[in-house]
């Protein structure tokens, strides 16, 4: 379906069903992305379009009430291992969670334990996966600190979650998830909690990170301005489906999906004289009990008789790596 000539982490015909008494919630449906190397890919989309749900699958942590069908095949050296056959809190699992794979996940205030110090926690990572030395771990853990830039990183080492604020837990977390060199960085929205400014300074770290380490990141968010400073290849989510990839500089210049030209119409544009903001109609359906069709037919401003009788649309390449799954795409 699509292109990679050296993935990391390639997901294929995930699905995830959920159990609840009104009957089976479908809030990710078979969907097919891979993460290159040294390549940060960018998963765009409204909250609840199955982002976050995608991202836990890939280190088996959405809990017992989610259903995953399919395969998250992570390359790893000279073999590649389907991280959905693995037992969710199993050795297997654990060995590259953490190690080889890592996540930042939305709020950091919960992310870590306010029982324990800052640099006790990141050096309990580096415990588990590199050494079991205390000094060496809390060595290791003080430079991951200074890396991602927290001053006075022996005084901040022994301080505690609410003595941060919002900027630098945000640093320790990404401290955290680096510290033990993965080879792919799972960002779920970083910068959400953050003002303008420190998201700033958190996306040029992380870019920064990547070009020292040559680490993969794979970014989650529903800000488009984030996405063009920090991406390399865009997808677009909508209701569990991917509707349309492309590399940045292609999704933001020839959008081919509606829902991808209205998600670009909605931002305001800098010298727009227009006081009035773009919003797409209608209200995104529950994914339960779905006609076979496609899923943004209802709010679809380009919909036609064959977007209704032709099935749900599968990602279909346009132009060399540029896909989109729409039935009037031109």
Known sequence: MMDNENPIVSVRDLDIKIRLREGI????????????????????????????????????????????????????????????????????????????????????????????????????????????????????????????GIPNAEKRYRQYPHEFSGGMLQRALIAMALVCSPRLLIADEPTTALDVTIQAQILELMKQIQADTGMSILFITHDLGAVAKICDRVAVMYLGKIAEVASVKELFGNPLHPYTEGLLASVHKIGSKSSRLFSIEGTVPLAMNLENRCGFYERCLKRSEKCRLGGEPPLMEKTKGHYAACWEME
Do not use: W, Y
């Open 25 to 148: 919630l479908n809030p990710v449906r078979g969907i097919n992305f891979s993460v290159n190397k040294n390549e940060t890919l960018g998963l765009v989309g409204e909250s609840g379009c199955g982002k976050s749900l995608t991202c836990k699958a890939v280190l088996g942590i959405n809990g017992k009430k989610c259903i995953s069908s399919g395969e998250v095949n992570f390359h790893n050296e000279d073999k590649i291992q389907n991280l959905l056959t693995m037992k969710p809190g199993g050795e297997a699992i654990r060995k590259i969670r953490g190690k080889h794979i890592s996540m930042i996940f939305q709020e950091p205030m919960s992310a870590f334990s306010p029982l324990f110090s800052i640099g006790g926690q990141i050096s309990e990572v580096v415990r588990l996966h590199i050494t079991k030395d205390k000094n060496l771990a809390r060595e290791i853990a003080l430079e991951a600190m200074k890396k991602v």
